[in-house]
C-alpha cells in the first residue's frame, strides 16, 4: 500500500468520494472571523457551521483565522499550518455510521504569544467583523467572591502595565478595540462560545472590568458600542484518539494528525444582535432568537450538570465513559430522577421545546457508543464547571424548598473524589483542576471538619451557611466515606431513604 497521503489543499480532489470537503475557492476566503481558542469544540462546531455556509453559498468574507495564546496551542498551530488549516471531522452515529468530513473554514492561525502585534492587527483588520472565543469556563478571569473582572491575577497586571503586549484575551481583545476607534472603524462583534450563563453579558462585564484599569473612556464605548450576543452552543465533542487518526489512515489511506470527533447532534442558538454584521449562519441551521436566556439555562442546567453527575459518581465507581454510565440502569435512572426531580422544577418553558423529548434525547446521546466521551474530560476543570452547571440549580431548590439530594450527593462524592483522588477500588484517577491542590486540601479536612470542602468559597460561596443543604451534604458526606460505593447510596436517595 502507498504511504498515507498527507492532508493538505492540494490533495483534496484525490480524497475517496464518500468524504465530503470543501468545494469553494479557498484561496478567495478572507478573516471575517479571528476565534481564540482553536479546540476540538471550535472545530465541530462554529467552524463546521461555517464551512458548510462557505459550501452553500457565496461567504467569502467569512473564513475564520484561529489564535491561540498559549505555548500549549503550540501544537495546534503547527499541525494545522502543515495541512493548510484542514483538519477531518468524523461524525460519529450511534449505529457505528461515520460521516468523514474535510473543513475548510479556518484559513489561517496565529499564535498571539509569539507575536501579539500581529494578532492585535488582525483583529484590528477592517476585514475582521466577529471575535469569537472559546476559552473555557475558567478562562473569563472572574473573581469569585465579587463576581467582578480578577485584578489580582498577574496576568491582567502585567496586560495593564504592557497593553502592547498582552497575555490575556481581554488585553488582545482591548488592544484591538482601541485601534479601531482610532482609525474610525466599527468595532468587532464578541461572540462567546464557551458553556455559561449569559456568556455574552459576562464577556461584556469582564472586558470592560479590564479596560477600565487602562482607560476609562475607551471602557466607556466597548460598554457602549461593542455587541456581545448571549449564545448556546451544544455537540458533544470527545477528545481525539490515535484510533481516530487510524481509522483515516485505514479507511482511506489519509494523514491526518489531528482529526476531531463529535456526534451527529449539533445545536446553537444566539443572540441576533451583531454590530458589524454576520455571516447567513441562518442558513445552515443556526437559530437567532430575541432571548437565549431559556436555552441556555436549560442546556447547562441538564447536559452538562448530567454530564457532572455522571462524570463524578462514574469516576468513584471506576467507569470510564459517559456511554459506560448510562448503560448502567441504576446511573441512567439516578441522572433522570435528577432531571425531573431537581433540574427541570427550575427551569422555564422554552418555547418550541419539550422538555420531556429533550432529557430523553440527551440520554440516548450520552449512550452514543461511538463517542466513548471520557470522564476524564468531564471532570477536568470541575471547580469551573460546577458553580454553573450545578451549584444555581442546588440554590433555586433551595430557595423553593425543592429536592437538593441528588445534587448534593454529587457534591459529596466530589470531596471523596478530590481527597482520595482514585476511584472506590483505589485506581488513581487523573484530576486535573486549576484549584486542583486547594480543593485536595480541603476535602483531606474533611476527617476534622464535615464541612471543610464546602467552605471552599471560590466554588461554593457561601453554601456551607445553608442549614438544611449543610445538614444533607454531611449526611452524604458519612455515606460515601463509610464506603464509596456509590451505588448503594445513589439507591438509597432514590428509595427516598437518605435526605431531605
Ligand atoms: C461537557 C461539555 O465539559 C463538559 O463538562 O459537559 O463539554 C459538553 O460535552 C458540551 O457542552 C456539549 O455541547
Redesign the pocket.
Known amino acids: 500500500m502507498n504511504p498515507p497521503l498527507p492532508l493538505s489543499e492540494k490533495i483534496l480532489s484525490r480524497l475517496p468520494s464518500e468524504i465530503v470537503r470543501p468545494t469553494y475557492d479557498r484561496s478567495r476566503v478572507k478573516t471575517g472571523i479571528v476565534h481564540v481558542g482553536v479546540g476540538g469544540?471550535h472545530r465541530s462546531h462554529e467552524a463546521f457551521y461555517t464551512d458548510r455556509l462557505l459550501q452553500s453559498e457565496n461567504a467569502s468574507e467569512w473564513g475564520i483565522c484561529g489564535v491561540g495564546l498559549r505555548d500549549a496551542d503550540r501544537k495546534m498551530a503547527t499541525l494545522l499550518k502543515q495541512q493548510d488549516y484542514l483538519y477531518t471531522l468524523l461524525v460519529k452515529d450511534s449505529d457505528g455510521n461515520i460521516e468523514s468530513r474535510v473543513i475548510g473554514s479556518i484559513v489561517d492561525y496565529m499564535m498571539g504569544c509569539d507575536d501579539p502585534a500581529a494578532v492585535i492587527d488582525r483583529m484590528a483588520h477592517p476585514e475582521t467583523k466577529i471575535v469569537s472565543l472559546t476559552i473555557t469556563e475558567g478562562g473569563y478571569n472572574v473573581d469569585a467572591e465579587t463576581g467582578e473582572f480578577d485584578t489580582s491575577n498577574p496576568d491582567a497586571q502585567h496586560d495593564v502595565r504592557n497593553p502592547s503586549q498582552p497575555r490575556l484575551v481581554f488585553g488582545f481583545l482591548t488592544a484591538a478595540l482601541q485601534k479601531r476607534r482610532k482609525s474610525g472603524l466599527p468595532p468587532f462583534t464578541i461572540q462567546s462560545c464557551d458553556?455559561i450563563q449569559h456568556n455574552g453579558d459576562l464577556t461584556r462585564k469582564m472586558l470592560v472590568g479590564f479596560a477600565r484599569l487602562q482607560d476609562e473612556e475607551l471602557a466607556g464605548w466597548i460598554e457602549r458600542d461593542v455587541s456581545f450576543p448571549n449564545a448556546m452552543?451544544?455537540?458533544?465533542?470527545p477528545v481525539t484518539t490515535e484510533a481516530d487518526i487510524e481509522y483515516l489512515r485505514s479507511q482511506y489511506n489519509l494523514r491526518d494528525d489531528w482529526p476531531v470527533v463529535c456526534e451527529p447532534f449539533c445545536q446553537w442558538v444566539v443572540e441576533d444582535c451583531f454590530s458589524n454584521g454576520r455571516p447567513n449562519w441562518q442558513d445552515v441551521g443556526v437559530q437567532f432568537v430575541p432571548d437565549v436566556s431559556p436555552y441556555e439555562k436549560m442546556k447547562l442546567r441538564l447536559?452538562?450538570a448530567g454530564?457532572?453527575v455522571l462524570?463524578i459518581l462514574g469516576s468513584v465507581f471506576g467507569y470510564q465513559t459517559i456511554d459506560e454510565c448510562v448503560g448502567d440502569d441504576l446511573f441512567r435512572s439516578y441522572l433522570r430522577q435528577f432531571f425531573d426531580r431537581e433540574a427541570t422544577p427550575v427551569l422555564d418553558d422554552v418555547e418550541g421545546i419539550d422538555l420531556d423529548e429533550y432529557k430523553a434525547t440527551l440520554i440516548q446521546r450520552f449512550g452514543n457508543p461511538n463517542i466513548r466521551?471520557h470522564l476524564a474530560?468531564?471532570c477536568?476543570e470541575s471547580s469551573s464547571?460546577l458553580p454553573v452547571f450545578l451549584i444555581p440549580t442546588i440554590r433555586e431548590n433551595l430557595a423553593r424548598g425543592g429536592s437538593i439530594q441528588y445534587a448534593a450527593f454529587v457534591v459529596a462524592t466530589w470531596c471523596y473524589y478530590s481527597d482520595k483522588q482514585a476511584d472506590r477500588h483505589g485506581q488513581q484517577l487523573d484530576v486535573k483542576d486549576a484549584f486542583k491542590s486547594e480543593l485536595h486540601r480541603a476535602a483531606t479536612a474533611t476527617s476534622e471538619n464535615r464541612l471543610s470542602f464546602l467552605k471552599f468559597k471560590p466554588v461554593f460561596g457561601d453554601l456551607a451557611e445553608n442549614e438544611r443543604f449543610a445538614k444533607t451534604y454531611t449526611e452524604m458526606i458519612d455515606r460515601v466515606y463509610r464506603t464509596p460505593d456509590v451505588t448503594k447510596h445513589m439507591r438509597a436517595i432514590m428509595a427516598n431513604e437518605i435526605g431531605s
Open positions: 469544540f458553556n452552543v451544544d455537540r458533544i465533542t447536559l452538562n454530564h457532572s462524570g466521551d474530560r468531564i477536568l464547571k
